[in-house]
């Protein structure tokens, strides 16, 4: 099913999203992974595309793994910078033939050392692009795209960044899922600039919980996020004082605060950045008000 004919207005969800493992010797852990948290009734889980050495083969078995053996809802990310359109209608073909019916349309990161993927003109430059091709080749798919709350780190401006958020919509994607954030005003204010702007899909708030020092300095470095100085401080001194379970443990407080509040500012959702670790999301879930709640 789309994932947009699911969302209920009068009950808010929590949502998945997973990495495929590095390696398939870690195949059998992820799955128990999925297992343990799917007591926790995600209204879909999502599965994240080509990031970290995984494989789109990897993606598209894990995403119909997910879907057929623990009757999950699922979401596949799609990037298609780099990709032609054979090779991404290639896997659109297998997500349906594998029943599963929601693509997250992404663009992808741009290669770090500079140079481009694909020497030849591809019609698939942006996210946009491929929320076309998906809208008109596979009518049936439900399609997510992603939001930034903070601005899109090449965006030539927040006006120009909205604008692009809004031509995915317009060209047929039903929701968009957030960038990660560690303050909730960022999101509300996204959100009302969005809606200011023409956007009236959901928005689904993307949450990360901190569980190492290194690696969310590495990410937001990266994705163009910030850490609120007075969580930072947070973070540094418990690194410093307990060392990795002691951040994890700030981290982890943090983003059920975050999840909490953005509940009762009345969310569709909340979509959590898994990790897959499912200690850490039982304890992010721990005393949350949705609806999935066991
Ligand atoms: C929820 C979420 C999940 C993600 N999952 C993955 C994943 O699984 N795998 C992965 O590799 N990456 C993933 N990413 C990262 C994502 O691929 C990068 O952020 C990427 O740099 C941008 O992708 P996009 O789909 O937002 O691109 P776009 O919407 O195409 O935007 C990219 C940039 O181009 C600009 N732009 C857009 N359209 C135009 C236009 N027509 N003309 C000029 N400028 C334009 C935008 O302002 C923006 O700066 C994810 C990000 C999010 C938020």
């Known amino acids: 099913m789309k994932i947009i004919d699911i969302i209920n ?3 808010q969800f929590i949502s998945l999203e997973y990495f495929p493992p590095k390696t398939r010797e870690d195949w059998p852990g992820f799955f128990r992974t999925v297992q343990r948290l799917a007591v926790l009734k995600p209204l879909f889980a999502s599965v994240t595309y080509g990031a970290g050495g995984s494989t789109n083969i990897d993606s598209l078995e894990i995403v119909s793994r997910i879907q057929q053996e623990y009757g999950i809802e699922t979401m596949a990310h799609l990037t298609c ?3 032609n359109t054979s090779e991404v209608s ?4 297998g997500l349906a033939a594998a029943g599963v019916s929601n693509v997250l349309a992404l663009r992808g990161d741009l290669p770090q050392d500079g140079s481009v ?3 030849l003109p591809s019609p698939l ?3 946009s692009d491929l929320v076309s091709l998906i809208r008109s080749s596979f009518p049936a798919m439900g399609i997510g795209v992603a939001g930034y709350p903070e601005v899109h780190p090449e965006a030539a401006s927040a006006v120009a960044d909205l604008s692009y958020l809004k031509l995915k919509f317009e060209r047929g994607a039903d929701f968009a899922v957030t960038q990660l954030f560690f303050d909730n005003n960022l999101y509300y204010d996204f959100v009302t600039r969005a809606r200011a702007a023409g956007v009236t899909r959901p928005i689904i708030p993307g949450i990360l919980p901190v569980v190492s020092l290194k690696v969310i ?3 937001v470095s990266l994705c163009g996020a910030t850490i609120p100085a007075e969580f930072l401080a947070e973070l540094e001194q418990a690194d410093q004082a307990g060392g990795a379970a002691a951040v994890q443990k700030v981290g982890v407080a943090h ?3 975050q999840a909490q509040e953005l509940l009762a500012a009345g969310v569709p959702g909340v979509h959590i950045y898994t990790l897959n670790r499912a200690e850490v999301v039982v304890d992010l879930v721990e005393g949350l008000n949705f609806t999935g709640a066991v």
């Open 9 to 11: 207005p009068a009950t």
């Open 81 to 83: 910078l780099g990709s």
């Open 90 to 93: 290639q896997f659109l073909h």
């Open 117 to 119: 993927e694909t020497p």
């Open 125 to 127: 430059q942006y996210a």
């Open 217 to 219: 300095k590495r990410i």
């Open 255 to 257: 983003a059920r605060r």
